[in-house]
């Protein structure tokens, strides 16, 4: 771990808190958090990656992140997800694949299982229907937080 990407992963850390509540509020993720999140990742990915010498690992992010947008864009085309969801997580799937890109399958099976269990239980509840809408933010930014802490202390391994 480096201070760049030990930046990085904070930096999401202390946006993720108002990102929940505007969320599960509003059904959306504002550009001024999921955007700054983005660029600065990429600086700090790059400013890393010349320190350390990891071209290979920058352009595993890289090319993460740009499936990411991709695959997320159509996705949002065709209203599956949000593109405030997707501008998350590409910059979430940067920092994943830099440090290890089986990070990226790791935290989106935390993020979705959580939202499953929980929305299932809604669904029985009756406080859901099938057409209604999810916060899918809160479920990244768990499965990001935690898989980044299984990274940062060494439990993910390399």
């Not at 910059?91 to 990070?103: E, Q, R, S, T, V």
């Not at 979705?112 to 209604?132: H, Q, Y």
Request: aromatic share 12%; glycine share 8%; net charge positive.
């Amino acid at each position: 771990m480096s201070i760049w990407t030990f930046a990085a992963a904070s930096y999401y850390l202390a946006i993720s808190f108002p990102l929940f509540v505007w969320d599960i509020r509003e059904h959306r993720l504002p550009n001024r958090f999921t955007i700054s999140a983005l660029l600065l990742t990429g600086v700090l990915v790059a400013l890393d990656a010349l320190s350390y010498r990891k071209y290979g690992e920058a352009l595993s992010g890289l090319v993460a992140a740009a499936i990411t947008w991709c695959l997320g864009y159509l996705m949002a085309r065709f209203e599956l997800i949000g593109m405030g969801d997707i501008k998350l997580l590409t910059g979430i799937h940067l920092l994943l694949a830099y440090l290890n890109p089986w990070l990226i399958l790791f935290s989106l099976t935390i993020a979705f299982l959580l939202a499953s269990v929980l929305n299932v239980g809604r669904l029985l509840r009756r406080s859901l229907d099938l057409k209604s809408q999810i916060a899918l933010g809160p479920f990244l930014l768990i499965g990001f937080l935690i898989s980044i802490s299984a990274e940062f202390t060494g439990v993910a391994g390399s």
